[in-house]
């Protein structure tokens, strides 16, 4: 369980992460978080170039539940950066 916060107060709320061989899935709930974050910060980690364990360990990202920043990662770590081959 995520819970999300956004500065202008538009983003946020409490979501399930789900994943399985059958796909993916988010849902609100108003069950406790296992790791809360700023808006920003899922944004980096749903790019994949970011670590939740190193956010974690820089005080970007705290853990309501030990072992969060983990289970974050395996969710949504990738093996290779990501990469645009257009330049803007």
């Known amino acids: 369980m995520l819970e999300v916060a956004g500065v202008d107060g538009l983003t946020g709320g409490r979501y399930r992460l ?6 993916a899935f ?21 790019l994949g ?3 939740a364990v190193r956010l974690a360990a820089l005080g ?15 969710l ?3 093996s ?3 990469w645009c081959p257009d330049m803007f």
Do not use: H, M, Q, Y
């Open 18 to 23: 789900e994943a399985s061989a059958a796909g």
């Open 76 to 78: 949504l770590r990738t």
């Open 49 to 51: 170039d970011e670590s």
């Open 26 to 46: 988010c849902t609100p709930t108003t069950e406790s978080a296992e790791l809360a974050l700023e808006i920003g910060e899922l944004g980096a980690l749903w």
């Open 60 to 74: 970007r990202v705290r853990e309501e539940r030990a072992g969060a920043a983990r289970k974050a990662d395996a």
């Open 80 to 82: 290779r950066r990501p």
